[in-house]
């Protein structure tokens, strides 16, 4: 069992769909109506139907007020990090701290490479992802940057403004390399969809992140575990993921909470947004909460 102890929470995924985007902004304000914690938005700019992720989180900050933000999960190559980091720290001061930062290496090279983006691979992507976590992280906390490697030049930017409460990190990763990336580095791991990492191979990529944190002197306990989830609440039939009523799903995040270690779940609907929003921010979320603090508590 690894259940890291930390508090839950609980978050859905918004499309960025260019031609939907009156939607998008009435489910950011249900969820936020709903208590929920998070919305992520995905970072595919070279998708001619998507909105800019940045843009988007940009405008739905304006019209919420208390539910946080994050990027799930920004593109390094195709925004450079010092940069981000002016955009992310502008849009906390802005937003009283509503802002976290997903990022990935980029997954999908040859649709960098058709924006210009550098396109790198294996080692070479991940060696410049570690790099690009460090000046993040210099970069958010107003010092002096400056960096000149093979993937950076950087020299003596001066930082700021400071976010007025930190942003965290947490790096999208799948394979082997780039998960100990996370341990070292990163401030938590964002899991990519339950399809693609499927529970039975969670324990395994929880352990590389585990030992590459105790290596470099950190605890594991102190990182986020993030699971994008999709699928159906409901009697719906087949469906992509988790589909199930109510209590499946209960029994589902809460066993994926103490059992494989996440703390943060985002939910993807895979159907009629606006009803599934609903049904897991009334009847999951709560109830997931619920079982959880009984299970620790040994109730």
């Known amino acids: 069992m690894t259940d890291y102890g930390r508090q839950l929470s609980f978050g859905v995924s918004l499309d960025p769909s260019a031609g939907t ?24 700019p070279y998708q001619p139907g998507h909105l800019d992720a940045w843009t988007l989180i940009t405008h739905l900050s304006a019209v919420t007020d208390r539910i946080s933000f994050l990027t799930g999960v920004a593109d ?10 002016k955009a992310a720290a502008s849009l906390s001061v802005l937003t009283d701290g509503r802002i976290q930062l997903g990022v990935g290496g980029g997954g999908i090279p040859d649709a960098i490479a058709s924006m210009g983006g550098p396109a790198r691979r294996g080692q070479d992507m991940v060696a410049f992802t570690e790099e690009s976590l460090g000046l993040l992280r210099t970069a958010l906390a107003g010092g002096v940057v400056q960096l000149h490697s093979p993937y950076h030049a950087v020299d003596g930017y001066r930082a700021g403004p400071v976010p007025p409460k930190p942003v965290e990190l947490w790096l999208g990763a799948q394979k082997p390399r780039m998960l100990a990336v996370t341990g070292r580095s990163a401030d938590g791991w964002i899991s990519p969809l339950n399809i693609y990492v499927p529970p039975r191979e969670v324990p395994s990529r929880q352990r590389i992140i585990d030992e590459a944190a105790t290596d470099a002197g950190r605890d594991p306990s102190t990182l986020r575990r993030v699971y994008n989830v999709i699928g159906v609440i409901g009697d719906h039939g087949d469906g992509p993921g988790l589909v199930g009523d109510v209590r499946r799903w209960v029994d589902t995040l809460t066993e994926w909470a103490v059992e494989l270690g996440f703390d943060t779940f985002v939910f993807w609907p895979a159907t009629d947004p606006e009803r599934q929003f609903a049904l897991f921010a009334g009847e999951v979320v709560p109830a997931v909460r619920g079982r959880v603090d009984a299970l620790r508590s040994g109730r």
């Open 76 to 85: 390094l190559q195709l925004r450079p990090p010092v940069m981000l980091a």
């Open 21 to 44: 985007w009156a939607l998008t902004r009435r489910l950011a304000r249900t969820a936020e109506d709903s208590g929920l914690d998070h919305l992520a938005v995905q970072d595919h």
